[in-house]
């Protein structure tokens, strides 16, 4: 693929086939997405890559805490809830997705289900939990270096024929994940990223979430030219 074909191609894959992948192809992945910039060269990322027994010990601890009740754990600096236009964004791509899957806004079980999908890491065949220097916590830049190479890596991944899904869900009980991926002490757990090959039967994965037009993202200062 040509890049803009990845770009503008790459959608969120929240179902996958069974066919597993390959560890070869996910250091090949990787190896792309860490020439990513990154502040001063800090190079802050690791990556945990999870498949088989461990991270269905993941899938299946995420879901039993949260189902009872414990409070999540994430590791890095959440938000306040959305307001305003982007709380409509997020609304709008909820709707997407639900009107694509047959689920009614009155249906809770099904609601439920497709909550739990997430916390199952949407049953992808592999995972790769994203991590940072914990001697660098506390700043913005490496979280945003880290979201800098994850969009590298999703990237590349598509190029290659795999789909991802950059997840919180995943990582929301911090110690089962700490646990089973063996996460050592001095690495902060930043996101999850579900990988695998898309099943193109799954409705969700058809979903193209609306995008903010060039004009309405950015200011242009000090250009004399007309827009083309």
């Avoid at 305003?84 to 639900?98: D, P, S, T, W």
Wanted: with cysteine.
């Amino acid at each position: 693929m040509t890049y803009d074909e990845v770009v503008l191609g790459r959608r969120t894959i929240r179902g996958f086939t069974d066919e597993p992948v390959s560890r070869a192809v996910i250091e090949e992945i990787i190896g792309l997405a860490i020439r990513s910039p990154s502040s001063l060269n800090s190079q802050p990322w690791n990556f945990y890559v999870i498949t088989g027994e461990p991270l269905e010990r993941i899938r299946a601890g995420n879901v039993e805490r949260n189902l009872a009740g414990i409070p999540e754990s994430r590791e890095f600096r959440g938000s306040d809830p959305y307001q305003g236009k982007h709380r409509e964004r997020q609304i709008g791509v909820a709707k997407q997705l639900f009107a694509a899957m047959g689920i009614a806004r009155e249906d809770k079980p099904a609601r439920q289900d497709w909550v739990l999908r997430g916390f199952r890491q949407f049953d992808a065949p592999a995972c790769i939990i994203v991590t940072y220097d914990r001697d660098l916590h506390g700043g913005d830049v490496p979280v945003f270096d880290c979201g800098a190479v994850a969009t590298a890596l999703v990237n590349a991944a598509w190029s290659r024929g795999l789909g991802c899904c950059v997840n919180s869900q995943g990582i929301m009980q911090s110690p089962v994940v700490r646990e089973h991926a063996g996460i050592a002490e001095d690495q902060v757990i930043m996101i999850a990223i579900a990988i695998g090959h898309p099943d193109e039967s799954f409705p969700a994965n058809s979903v193209v979430s609306a995008r903010k037009s060039v004009d309405e993202a950015a200011v242009f200062v000090g250009f004399d030219e007309p827009a083309n």
